[in-house]
């Protein structure tokens, strides 16, 4: 391929070039988002597609403090230089001004090649040497990840995406500048690396500039030079980038090279050519889907334009059930290339039924369920009684239900900490009696900026359910995982609490290992897992395929009449009702559109009295789901609030972690009552 000159090739299309001025360019996230699926490049950034992932990266840089980590791996380099501006054209004279010097580091540097176009994190020139470094929040464990490479020897999943992105850039560096030689390294948090600064992670704090875009504001520079090379870890890509453009790309539209591919996808995007879709099983997680509300005004849907063709012959063919919602299916690819679309499609020789040894339904035979109920078209859940019977007859009481709030933090809280180490700040409690009397028992929330709350978290666990033996539900695998990590926390802190034994004796008690973990233990009051009595027991067409708490609460709510009747009165944190904690006389059924409204959505606004567009690039104000909770706390420990503001985004959280909770009671009360 033809490449253009250097610097002066660069400069010259910053002012000639017209597609500076439109601009229809092939970003690095443009890049990343057509490796995902080239046809999204079609839908992206129009205002008539809406995306429901828009501001995705964004919050996981917040929760996980990645903006924290950019700003650190700048102060590697003391005299580091950031091109501030958005702009095209002023970022990219900038830049090649800036390369002018001998030696310069520059962040944010801008690099284009015809059509590509790039921001480099880092760029250390050093004479005609060129280091490209990406700063990545992602945690690296030398030992694990120090090839990048699965057992089989292939490039790992979970790590392809970063390394496309690194190519991608080193190829558009080395063709824009074809006179310097260019290396390309990832900085990676390093999980192994201990933290030598207590209340590190406060001295960087985050807020809106006048233009609207979030900044990281470092309060004290001391020590971050050596705290930058101690926890972010340079590694050379060099060799693992040669190996991705001189290998196939395995992908639907058959074997490419990535090179064609990059060309391929620049071509299109700026055209503004839709290409192709290449229906997979990826298509659930589209981002391009249009709600009922913004179809109404108009909006258009990308996941609806690339499936029509296949669903056309149905009069209403979003309105059934497709192989994409069919639950830990790992063959959908090949239904859909067989062209059975559609759940009433699937055939029982699909599934390939398998029983099991445990009570209940295997997973296959929850599969061949969950199509029968489609081919039925029926409303009414399915239970097994008598398997639900005998799980609530072995359970001790009082009850208890708990729900834990954990995150995971790059930049770590305390001297000895780890990037990425579990922070448990949050739990809520309920309890049910022998009688069935139902309440809120307890909470705890520890959201104080700079604190490793690990330890108390459990302390007060353990004085809420230290004072009998009855059975403590959990949902799914999170709280015992959590507790179990702890426990390994407590026993490698060379300055452990004086009550690590008795704390790590109650974690043995109500945890037990998984397979092939040791040592092996299951403790005498282990945690009843309420999302396996779900998926052993329990199935109604409403969850689509989800075992979800927020997919279970709504359809068991809509099904049982016993909770209508029950919840729909005010009785939830009413004087006589049921004892809560964050609600006063609170209704949980209120009716939209024939249906019970799904709880999670009526959870009042985070900030009340508050406008909107005061709030971090103005997120929602309701806190509905985990990853919003993270950023929650994450805005509690990064950001300058007011006591006022503070106190709101504390009260969201609690409330948030206590419907959680009530879900897994009013699930156990259906049951109960499906049993009498």
Known sequence: MKKDSPQKSQLTETHGDRTLGTPRLLTKSRFKLGMECPTKLFYTNKSEYPDQKKNNAFLKA??????????????????????????YSESLNQTNELLKQKNVVIAEAAIKFRDLFIRVDLLVKTGNHLKLI??????????????????????????????????????????????????????????????????????????????GRLSVNVSDTQGLKEESSTLLRLVSVDPICDELFGTPLDVLTGPAMLEERIWWMAENYHEDKKISPCHSSACKDCEFKASMEENAEGKKSGFRECWGPLLKHKEHPFDHPTVLSLWNYRDKDRLIQEGKVFMTQVEKSDIRLQGDDDPGHSPSERQWLQVCMAHDSTSSPWIDREGIKSELEALTYPLHFIDFETTRVAIPFTRGRRPYELVAFQFSHHTVDSEGRVEHKSQYLNARPGIFPNYEFVRALKGQLEHDQGSIFRYATHENSTLIEILEQLEADPEPPTDAPELMAFIREITETGKGKLPQWKGKRSMVDLCRLVKR?????????????????PAILNSSEYLQQR??????????????????????????????????????????????????????????????????????????????????????LLRYCELDTLAMVMIFEAWREEID
């Open 62 to 87: 917040l929760a996980e403090g990645g903006f924290q980590v950019g700003e650190l791996a700048h102060h590697r380099h003391s005299d580091c230089i950031t091109v501030e501006t958005l702009d």
């Open 567 to 652: 919840y729909s009165d005010a009785i939830y944190g009413a004087q006589g009702g049921v004892p809560s904690l964050n609600f006063l006389n609170q209704s949980w059924v209120r009716v939209r559109d024939e249906k019970i409204a799904d709880p999670y959505k009526l959870l009042p606004p985070l900030f009340q009295d508050i406008e909107s567009s005061e709030s971090i690039a103005g997120l929602e104000d309701d806190i509905r789901e985990g990853g919003a909770a993270m950023t929650a706390y994450a805005r509690l420990q990064f950001e300058d609030l007011t006591p006022q503001r503070r106190k709101e985004i504390e009260a969201g």
């Open 134 to 211: 990406e700063v990545k929040a992602k945690s690296y464990d030398p030992e694990k990840d120090r090839e990048f490479k699965g057992r089989s020897g292939s490039i790992s999943s979970k790590w392809l995406p970063y390394l496309h992105d690194v190519a991608f850039q080193r190829y558009v560096c080395s063709h824009a500048f074809p006179e310097y030689t260019v290396e390309a390294s990832l900085l990676l948090a390093d999980k192994t690396a201990e933290c030598q600064t207590d209340n590190l992670n406060q001295k960087f704090h985050v807020s809106l500039n006048a233009k």
């Open 537 to 553: 027991y329990y199935y109604a067409a409403e969850m689509n395929g989800s075992n979800s708490i927020k997919q279970v609460l």
